[in-house]
């Protein structure tokens, strides 16, 4: 692929705190400016982008393709491109061949051991697994299976031994062991979407039953708490609307994107009405407010110091800032696209450190 060439020179370098927000069908990565709101930046990736991670010490953004076009189970085929882009000058600097896997979607981080995951679906010879990429080297290194067709997200703990990945239809979690890179069991729940690990890792929050659009859950919609210790669901945390997204903050306050349906059948993701963030309280959990965003919330974060949130809505193609003090809406962004789909992961990036220069 050839680089591509940012339209504003403007780099991260000058302390500003950046926003990336993938267009399923841009395909593009857009920057902004995380605190004024200002674009910055379009950068074009592979076909159907999905997810995005940042890894902050080498400044790289890294970004999922997963399907030529479409979505998970009404897609045109499988992609297995993750892009690889340089937050400085804001550039596609490599891209990752997943091959001979394909539909690379959830992506997580372990600093410390140099490690990027990638989750990617069943192959005809193959389970779904997880991929182990090496950070410094950008080669893989390893494939764990997570005994699913399906895995979609992925997260890990913070100390880097366990990680979890949600299957869509498959009716558990799967658990795999980091440090001897194995499966590890199952923890069952009716079907999953987003999840999101504790800061003390004690607990994983799932998002479940998985979405379908057809029909009502087949059981109660929410949130999943497991007891990471036990690798098992201890409390189920009730919600209206189908949860895709699930996102805890530097606070401990838990986010989770409730969607909404709208009377109709509408497309392939359904009929879907403005969605709206709840917000859950750090320690308790107890509801403490909703904030309403776009149509279909597919992913969320927050700034580092858990004061405000970003939830990506595909169907809207919007970006809605909120402010988790006051529990207010402080801005919509728009995200460019040429389909159906548009805003889906999102990623925070911190300004990076001064340099420090010698007297």
């Known amino acids: 692929m050839t680089p591509n060439t940012p339209q504003s020179g403007i780099?991260?370098?000058?302390?500003?705190d950046l926003l990336a927000v993938v267009s399923q069908t841009g395909p593009t990565v857009t920057?902004?400016?995380?605190?004024?709101?200002?674009?910055?930046?379009?950068?074009?990736?592979?076909?159907n982008p999905h997810e995005l991670c940042f890894?902050?010490?080498?400044?790289?953004?890294?970004?999922?393709?997963?399907?030529?076009?479409?979505?998970y189970g009404a897609h045109e085929g499988r992609a297995r491109q993750v892009s690889v882009i340089d937050v400085a000058t804001r550039t596609v600097v490599d891209v990752l061949d997943t091959a001979p896997d394909h539909a690379p979607h959830g992506l997580a981080l372990d600093r410390a051991r140099c490690r990027l995951y990638v989750s990617v679906e069943a192959t005809a010879d193959a389970p779904g697994g997880v991929l182990v990429f090496d950070t410094r080297t950008r080669q893989r290194i390893g494939r764990i299976p997570v005994m699913a067709d399906g895995p979609h997200w992925f997260a890990v703990t913070p100390d880097g031994r366990r990680g979890y990945a949600t299957n869509k239809e498959a009716p558990f979690v799967s658990v795999v062991d980091l440090e001897r890179d194995a499966f590890a069991g199952r923890i069952p729940v009716a079907g999953s979407e987003g999840l999101a690990v504790s800061r003390d890792g004690a607990h994983v929050y799932v998002a479940a039953p998985k979405g379908d659009f057809g029909a009502p859950p087949a059981v109660q919609p929410g949130i999943r708490v497991v007891d990471t210790a036990a690798a098992e669901v201890v409390r189920i945390i009730p919600t209206e609307g189908i949860v895709f997204p699930v996102h805890t903050t530097a606070t401990g306050a838990l986010l989770a994107g409730e969607l909404r349906m709208a009377p109709g059948k509408g497309g392939v993701l359904g009929a879907q009405t403005d969605g709206v963030l709840t917000v859950f309280a750090p320690g308790t959990l107890e509801p403490v407010g909703q904030v309403p965003v776009g149509r279909f919330p597919l992913s969320a974060t927050s700034s580092p110091d858990g004061t405000r949130a970003y939830v990506s809505a595909v169907l809207s193609s919007t970006v809605t800032v909120v402010d988790l003090v006051d529990l207010r809406v402080l801005a919509t962004l728009d995200i460019d696209r040429k389909g159906e789909a548009g805003a889906h992961g999102l990623v925070y990036i911190p300004a990076a450190a001064p340099v420090e220069t010698a007297a």
């Open 31 to 47: 920057f902004f400016d995380a605190v004024t709101h200002q674009r910055l930046d379009v950068v074009e990736v592979p076909s």
């Open 55 to 71: 890894d902050p010490d080498r400044r790289l953004l890294y970004c999922a393709s997963t399907y030529v076009s479409g979505y």
């Open 11 to 16: 780099s991260s370098a000058s302390g500003r």
